[in-house]
């Protein structure tokens, strides 16, 4: 662990094999383990120090998301409407076929799939793999997707509004406030939501907004909730706010969407051309 949110001492950690100048587009940590999803159709996988440990081969168009499961189970999303699964060690166990560009997955603590597109439908897997249903979204287009701690499933669109589902795809409720796109969602250790839009943050408390975190100025592409409560959000530049919403420190890393990362033990990662900086 190298800084907390105070103080920040940053290491600039060059990759020791390959070299990323271009084409990271998402970015996935588990137990300080690192998956770079590329424009190249692959997965690589980094330790912390930036060694290349290996790389997950298979996609055959770029990898626009990737997630981790229960057991450390990897499931990525690609352009070429497939889910592939993948063994914490690197091992092809499913691939899942849709033939729909995939925007989104989400992953149950049962293992269940959730799949979010641009034709407002959310498809779900069981975790064998059968194929179990369809949602359609009654807004738009499923813009994220986020499990939260009591398996429920919380989807954005690009109406504006938050839908929450049960795992077996009921509707429960509709949050309603945002005026723009929401763009991404996360759900804390304590269940409290918080999403995303343009320029803020909502956090949400008995489904109605209790807070708004101001200060980007672009688009919120991307919540991270550390198991500590700590708030990270990005726009161009990473804001980290306490679990009451005071903010603490903003980087600027110049990144978007979903190229930075934060492990379980707080440590923050954060991929900018062609560097891998930890905090």
């Known amino acids: 662990h190298l800084g907390r949110c105070y103080g920040y001492d940053q290491e600039i950690i060059k990759p020791k094999e390959h070299s990323f100048q271009e084409g990271l587009i998402c970015l996935e940590v588990s137990d300080g383990t690192l ?5 190249d159709n692959t997965i690589q996988v980094w330790s912390p120090k930036g060694d290349h440990l ?4 298979g996609h055959t168009q770029c990898v626009t998301c990737i997630e981790i499961g229960p057991n450390g189970t990897v499931y990525s999303g690609s352009r070429d409407g497939t889910i592939r699964i993948w ?53 738009n287009i499923v813009s994220c997707l986020v499990v939260g701690p009591d398996g429920n499933l919380y989807s954005g ?4 509004v938050i839908n929450l589902w049960s795992p077996k795809g009921e509707h429960l409720h509709t949050f309603e406030k945002h005026t723009s796109w929401v763009s991404c969602i996360a759900v804390g250790p304590d269940n ?11 956090v949400w408390s008995k489904k109605k907004p209790s807070r708004i975190l101001d200060g980007h100025t672009h688009q919120v592409r991307n919540i991270l909730v550390g198991s500590d409560g700590m708030i990270y959000s990005d726009s161009y530049v990473i804001r980290i706010w306490s679990p009451n919403g005071e903010h603490l420190h903003t980087l600027k890393t110049n990144t978007k969407g979903r190229r930075f990362g934060v492990g379980s033990d707080g440590t923050l990662y954060a991929f900018n051309n062609g560097r891998l900086m930890v905090w």
Do not use: M, Q
């Open 192 to 202: 409290k939501l918080y999403s995303g839009s343009y320029n803020n943050i909502f």
């Open 157 to 160: 669109s690009y109406y504006g």
């Open 35 to 39: 998956y770079l999803g590329l424009e």
């Open 87 to 139: 063994s914490s060690e690197g091992e092809h166990l499913r691939t899942l076929k849709v033939n729909i560009t995939i925007r989104c997955v989400a992953v149950g603590l049962d293992g269940s799939v959730y799949l979010g597109s641009y034709d407002k439908k959310i498809r779900i897997w069981s975790p064998e793999g059968e194929y179990f249903c369809i949602l359609e979204d009654p807004f």
């Open 54 to 57: 290996h790389t997950l081969e």
